[in-house]
């Protein structure tokens, strides 16, 4: 009879839908992401967006202007319930995004939403600086919360169709514009090529040079030989990579992005547990971004990736 209810328990924990809950309610991804998930007729089904935390950054005008627009809309179009605190989401989900736009802020949402013991998506950027990433990484690790991040970029069919395993070198490029509040300014927005660089090119890069002039052009050289290079488009630019092989040359064209794709890793890591992007492929891309900056700043000189 207990082996019983148990099976049949885990059936019905398995049908029904996740409820997941939202931190930062100050950035199109609410919308899209609610639009997508919350629709009785979803492609992505197995799990609804039912709370959420608003947040904000007064001294950040892409916050600040649209938290409260977005939070109403949130809640009228897609009945979702607004709470005051992290802390006030936590029995109410079994998962959450955080998905605030100032990346500033979400060392400390990341250490109050951890306290919730529940498994966690952390929206671009994951944070403004390397220090703060790592921070998100031992925290999480420490009190055994599954998490994980990335750029949606990263499940682009048009990327997938070039990946190859005997690549000798990767350019990948995408809109670069910044924002002052973020220290590492490709974490603003060029933190998607980045991200599609990474997908292509994996672990291992060793020293990065960045030379801006119009654009930026940041490349980086990996340990057993390959270049990698991000071109960060000021202020803007399309998304595309071009893969070199030993064979041949692919190209991408265009990339259009589309939230879709990874919203179907999300919901499977909400409830498989497995993160489809390594906490050390996370972190590396953020040593990335960390060299890069360093070495814009040294006028261009190599800097070696941190370990």
């Known amino acids: 009879m207990r082996l019983a209810l148990f099976l049949f328990s885990a059936i019905f924990a398995m049908a029904a839908d996740l409820r997941v809950g939202i931190i930062g309610t100050d950035t199109s991804h609410v919308i899209a992401f609610s639009k997508v998930l919350n629709d009785p007729a979803s492609t992505v089904p197995g799990a ?4 959420a935390y608003k947040g904000g950054s007064p001294d950040l005008a892409s916050s600040r202007d649209r938290v409260e627009g977005y939070a109403k809309d949130l809640a009228a179009k897609y009945k979702v319930e607004i709470v005051p605190t992290i802390a006030a989401l936590c029995g109410k989900v079994d998962a959450i995004l955080l998905e605030s736009v100032d990346g500033r802020k979400h060392l400390e949402q990341a250490k109050e939403a951890i306290k919730c013991g529940k498994p966690m998506f952390i929206d671009k950027p994951l944070a403004s600086t390397y220090a703060d990433a790592a921070a998100i990484a031992k925290a999480a690790k420490a009190a055994n919360v599954k998490w994980f991040s990335s750029s949606s970029l990263r499940w682009a069919e048009a990327l997938d169709k070039v990946k190859a395993a005997d690549a000798k070198s990767v350019a990948v490029w ?16 060029a933190i998607h090529p980045v991200e599609m660089l990474y ?13 801006v002039a119009g654009d930026d052009v940041v490349i980086g050289k990996w340990k057993d030989g390959r270049v990698g290079t991000v071109l960060a488009l000021r202020p803007y630019g399309d998304f595309g990579a071009l893969v070199h092989s030993e064979k041949k040359t692919l190209a991408t064209g265009t990339i259009k992005s589309d939230y879709t794709p990874m919203l179907r890793e999300i919901v499977k890591f909400f ?23 360093k070495s814009k700043e040294q006028g261009g ?4 990736v941190k370990r």
């Open 174 to 189: 995408g809109p670069g514009p910044s924002d002052p509040t973020h220290y590492l300014d490709l974490s603003w927005y």
């Open 271 to 293: 409830q498989t547990g497995v993160a489809p992007v390594s906490e050390e492929e996370t972190l590396e891309l953020f040593a990335f971004m960390d060299a890069a900056q």
């Open 48 to 51: 609804k967006i039912v709370a």
């Open 199 to 211: 997908a292509l090119m994996g672990t291992g890069c060793d020293e990065v040079t960045r030379v």
């Open 301 to 304: 000189k190599a800097v070696k």
